[in-house]
């Protein structure tokens, strides 16, 4: 089992940046990721990566904003997010998972507690 502490959310207008901080400890699957939910909707997927930093991937929809980022050394995955938008207001999840390559949420087995990230115009 691992546990996930996530840190980094916060209040911006839009065109700024935040930058999110997921700590695992125990030991870690093969991918960490980065999901967000608004209330009443479905957990929407947002980017993975492998502890190596291979492979990555990352939603369409934040494609040239958002990156994702392995520091193995101190077992932390960021999520730096850049010209932020109003519709990226969610609740921001990180999630760990042995599947490789996956973007469905039932795939992933650990989650941290969330962290509010809102984006006001």
């Known amino acids: 089992q691992v546990h996930l502490v996530e840190s980094g959310g916060g209040a911006v207008q839009a065109g700024g940046s935040l930058r999110l901080s997921c700590t695992a400890s125990?030991?870690?699957?093969?991918?960490l990721g980065w999901f967000r939910q608004a209330p009443g909707k479905w957990r929407e997927f947002v980017a993975f990566i492998g502890w190596s930093g291979f492979p990555t991937h990352i939603t369409d929809s934040v494609t040239g904003r958002f990156t994702i980022l392995a520091d193995n050394s101190k077992n932390t995955v960021i999520l730096e997010m850049n010209n932020l938008k109003v519709e990226d207001t969610d609740v921001y999840y990180c999630?760990?998972?042995?599947?490789?390559?996956?973007?469905?949420?039932?795939?992933?087995?650990?989650w941290g507690q969330g962290t509010q990230v809102t984006v006001s115009s």
């Open positions: 999630a760990a998972t042995r599947s490789a390559s996956t973007t469905r949420a039932a795939d992933f087995s650990s």
């Open positions: 125990g030991r870690t699957g093969y991918m």
